[in-house]
């Protein structure tokens, strides 16, 4: 009776269990299931739209408002087209294994989702400059207002104007306070030991973002000593305190296009992901990209 009872238990076990498995070994392929109502309605191939999820999931938070990540994935697919045009190397699109490692194994179907979705709604979609994509810059927080950037790469940017985020001041990655010491700070940008890091004049733009800074006879963009230094932002102001050199360091990133923590308030407030892109990148046209099976 015993043995009876313990194979009705084991059945019951492999019963209740096995639905389990098959769900967890199948969840992979499941998330990356051809969905062919909706490829019908656009111009993008499963492929492409498994890519450019790929992109989206590695450059934007999959808890910030919808409409802040359909302006992303909109740049995303704008930047993917501006590539091909000039034959750039595509941007690093996640496999599965790394958005696994990124948002861990209980958030990849739903964020997958959120972000294949959020490519699927903007199918197609691209925001571009006399015809042309543009290049559709994008960064963590502003130091309370984005660059004026006139030309990048070679290329004529009107678009890329200075807007007000005053919602950015908030932001947790607003401010950073970094301290060197004088011998390190002469290290990190290259400077002969003997010269005198508290001797140097700077150039800001309205935005307060350094345009250029000299010490001495040797002159940096905000940008280079960004990267020297290791700095959050090219928004920053440098003081001798106590005998090391202070740096005030405004925003996260590189200042230019749009701030994603504004878009993200944007959002909230109610704003579209088109009154978003609207915002940041003024003198643009939102327009379907060219389907090149035509």
């Keep these: 009776m015993s043995e ?11 019963l209740i269990v096995l639905p389990y498995i098959i769900t967890y070994a199948l969840q992979g392929k499941r998330l990356f299931e051809q969905k062919e109502k909706h490829i019908a309605q656009n111009n993008e191939t499963e492929e492409e739209i498994k890519r450019l999820t790929g992109i989206l999931a590695g450059q934007i938070e999959m808890d910030a408002p919808k409409e802040a990540i359909l302006a992303q994935a909109v740049l995303v697919r704008t930047e993917d087209e501006r590539r091909k045009n ?69 290329e004529e940017t009107p678009y890329l104007d200075s807007v007000a985020c005053g919602m950015d001041i908030t932001s947790p990655d607003y401010l950073t306070i970094r301290f060197f010491s004088k011998k390190e700070f002469l290290e990190g940008l290259n400077l002969e030991k003997e010269a005198d890091p508290t001797s140097f004049s700077v150039e800001t733009d309205e935005a ?63 704003e579209s992901y088109k009154d978003i892109l609207d915002y940041f990148f003024p003198n643009t046209k939102l327009q379907q990209k060219e389907n090149e099976n035509n």
């Excluded at 009876?4 to 019951?12: F, G, H, N, R, Y």
């Excluded at 972000?115 to 571009?128: F, Q």
Aim: charged share 30%.
């Design 208 to 270: 307060g973002y350094v345009k250029k800074i000299m010490f001495g006879d040797k002159e940096f963009t905000g940008d280079e000593v960004r990267q020297l230094l290791e700095l959050p932002s090219p928004c920053f102001y440098i003081k001798e305190i106590e005998n090391q050199m202070r740096i005030v360091v405004k925003g996260k990133g590189h200042g230019i296009g749009m701030s994603q923590f504004e878009a993200c308030k944007m959002a909230e407030k109610g």
């Design 4 to 14: 009876k009872i313990k194979t009705i238990l084991s059945v019951l076990i492999i």
């Design 86 to 154: 000039v034959d750039e190397t595509a941007e690093k699109s996640l496999s599965l294994e790394e958005m696994e490692v990124l948002w861990g194994s209980d958030r990849l179907q739903e964020n997958y989702e959120t972000a294949r979705a959020a490519v699927e709604e903007t199918s197609g979609e691209i925001l571009t400059y006399d015809s042309n994509p543009i290049i559709p810059a994008f960064h963590k927080v502003s130091a309370g207002a984005t660059r004026e950037i006139e030309s990048m790469n070679g």
